[in-house]
């Protein structure tokens, strides 16, 4: 059954792609192809899986409890954006969109069920290819395209360190499962270690990989809900976390995960400030968030960071589908434009919730979790709490100025109600708020009991701290919303320029130049050969022309007197041919004529004699019936 949790969605997805129908049709079988993964996933706890390849290599599944937790979280979270999708984008393509996201769906089942560093490869890539798909569904637009390229470029050139890691596992342990992992010492886990680390940062966006969530804000708003809250983006912070126990044990590992995702957390958290297009706000968010999680792995407590993901996926994934709702009021992503909070009063507070939540305003889940990561990091050393502290005070900045902008109240503005909108918001903002419930001891003891894990306690001065900075931020959001910018800032504060202008036109000024060189030099000696070939194929001809005329013309003088008798011989032969053939026609013509106008004659007799048996009487008709089937009977019995 485990294996199912991967290949159920991705076949479903398959035949939406190919079946089709209307928008509540594909509502339908996308809802039901997330229930019954769902319900996969609860069936498969603890089971393992194992599909062996040869004596070294195998696919190995398992489902503990914090990948199940995960693997729970993904079709919960695709079910609501599932609705959002059917009702809210474009009806051309939309069988492809809801096929590919239940696609990427079965891809990342396979990254969280994988036992195995195999598997986990396979699943990867199959996410990033899927995200490439996704990203540039408005193929026929160029931005997209571009976008998903990039996308796919920055994140595989971050996956080498996957491949690193698999062959360090498999030189260092002779062989690839997660077991051989925990048995590394020495560089090959070091080179494991960092691999795999360098694999996570770029899924998830952190620097220096950041830009390419900026860019996949091309793709459809219900593409950015998905990759941004469950799937792509968390796969990174959910391998590291998985995997946490084994790699702790690398010289510097949990060091070089603080100081990304930290890095990443203050600057995302800069950057989300900064922008005036409200889905690049929620995609500098969510590179925050994400290092948020990483530091609480490097920190060692994996499934602190679980708990966040949770609660962040489904505060992420209503905002973006909030951004969606405006945009389609007013036509545009800018911030400043929109203000449709008395237009969209409902949509307005689901969003507020999530907002809040992501600003991690107590008594909302975003809030628990945000203060568990910060008690998580705190063992590490004050430095490390005082730049999550104020990563967190950049949090509720930028929440509060997305909310204000884009859901603040406006002019009045026409506003055609979609009840799949409304019910997907509903369902994520709902999420929310339940999760809110881990305020409870009791759900508290209950999530450790379930996880396997003890959950950090802090300093009441780290507690006081952190809220102060929440506070303030939410000043600071409030100030930045009254005076947004005029023009906007620079992305990922010219990360994104860099790469532009330091790999990606030199790159393709290399390629033209080495294009050149290869017409040039490298196309110039077969061109060479090709020409000295030539010149010497037309001496040799004119030399063997002028040879051959000269044979030609002695042995024509030789044999002019034979010539004359074979043209004799050869003139008698034909006159006794025209003969034969004046014979023929005349008797031949009569008899070939014969049978085709006999076969037709008899056929023409035979057709009017068997005209008669149509009388058009019933008991004529079983009377031959009958006769045949007697005749048949005789031959059975007497025919040998």
Request: hydrophobic share 55%.
């Amino acid at each position: 059954m485990i294996w199912a949790l991967a290949y159920v969605p991705a076949l479903a997805g398959l035949a939406i792609w190919a079946i089709g129908g209307s928008r509540g049709r594909l509502a339908a079988m996308g809802v039901a192809a997330s229930v019954v993964t769902l319900l996969l996933c609860l069936g498969a706890a603890g089971q393992t899986g194992k599909i062996t390849w040869s004596d070294t290599l195998a696919l190995q599944a398992a489902l503990p409890p914090l990948a199940q937790a995960v693997a729970m979280l993904v079709p919960a979270i695709l079910l609501p954006i599932t609705i959002f999708a059917a009702s809210h984008e474009e009806a051309d393509g939309l069988p492809r969109l809801i096929g590919l996201m239940l696609v990427f769906t079965g891809g990342m089942e396979l990254v969280v069920i994988a036992d195995d560093l195999v598997p986990l490869l396979i699943g990867w890539e199959f996410v990033g290819a899927c995200s490439w798909a996704l990203i540039g569904h408005r193929w026929r637009a160029q931005a997209p395209g571009l976008s998903g390229n990039f996308a796919f470029v920055l994140t595989r050139a971050g996956d080498l360190g996957l491949f690193l890691a698999v062959l360090a596992t498999f030189a260092g342990a002779g062989g690839t499962s997660y077991a051989h992992l925990d048995a590394l010492t020495g560089w090959p886990l070091s080179l494991a270690a960092f691999g795999l680390l360098v694999a996570a940062v770029s899924k998830a966006g952190q620097v220096p990989f950041a830009p390419w969530l900026f860019r996949a804000m091309d793709g459809p708003t219900s593409v950015s809900a998905l990759l941004h809250s469950a799937t792509m983006v968390a796969a990174g912070a959910y391998i590291l976390a998985r995997l946490q126990p084994s790699l702790s044990g690398a010289p510097g590992f949990g060091v070089a995960a603080m100081t990304l995702g930290l890095g990443t957390a203050l600057l995302g958290g800069v950057v989300a400030l900064r922008q005036i297009h409200a889905k690049k706000v929620l995609a500098g968010s969510t590179s925050a968030q994400m290092g948020l999680m990483i530091a609480t792995v490097g920190a060692g407590y994996p499934a602190v960071a679980v708990l966040h993901l949770i609660v962040h996926a489904a505060t992420k994934a209503a905002l973006f589908c909030s951004a969606g709702v405006a945009h389609r009021i007013i036509g545009s992503f800018d911030l400043r434009a929109m203000h449709v909070g008395r237009a969209l009063p409902v949509v307005a507070i689901l969003t507020g919730i999530a907002a809040l939540s992501l600003a991690a305003v107590p008594p909302l889940s975003g809030a628990w979790s945000k203060e568990a990561m910060v008690h998580a990091v705190e063992h590490a050393g004050i430095f490390w709490a005082a730049a999550i502290i104020l990563a967190g005070g950049l949090s509720a900045a930028y929440s509060a100025r997305f909310a204000i902008l884009a859901f603040g109240p406006g002019d009045d503005r026409d506003n055609t109600g979609n009840v799949g909108e409304l019910a997907a918001l509903i369902g994520l903002s709902g999420a929310v708020l339940a999760l809110s419930a881990l305020w409870l001891p009791s759900v508290q003891d209950a999530a450790a009991i379930w996880l396997n894990t003890d959950l950090p306690s802090g300093s009441r001065l780290g507690l006081i701290a952190s809220l102060c900075a929440v506070a303030l931020g939410l000043l600071a959001g409030l100030r930045a919303a009254r005076s947004p910018a005029d023009t906007p800032a620079r992305e990922w504060l010219g990360l994104s320029a860099l790469y532009q202008h330091g790999i990606i036109r030199p790159f393709h000024a290399l390629a033209g130049m080495a294009a050149r060189v290869d017409d040039r030099v490298i196309d110039g000696i077969p061109r060479s050969v090709a020409t000295f070939a030539h010149a010497a194929a037309r001496h040799l001809a004119r030399a063997d022309a002028e040879t051959i005329d000269g044979f030609a013309r002695d042995k024509a003088n030789a044999l002019r007197p034979a010539a004359g008798l074979w043209r004799g011989a050869v003139a008698t032969v034909a006159r006794g041919t025209e003969g034969l053939a004046a014979i023929a026609t005349a008797g031949g013509e009569r008899l070939t004529d014969l049978v085709p106008n006999g076969g037709a004659r008899i056929a023409g007799m035979a057709g009017a004699d068997l005209r008669r048996l149509q009388t058009g009487l019933s008991h004529h008709y079983y009377v031959m019936l009958v006769a045949g089937l007697g005749l048949a009977v005789g031959l059975l019995i007497f025919g040998g």
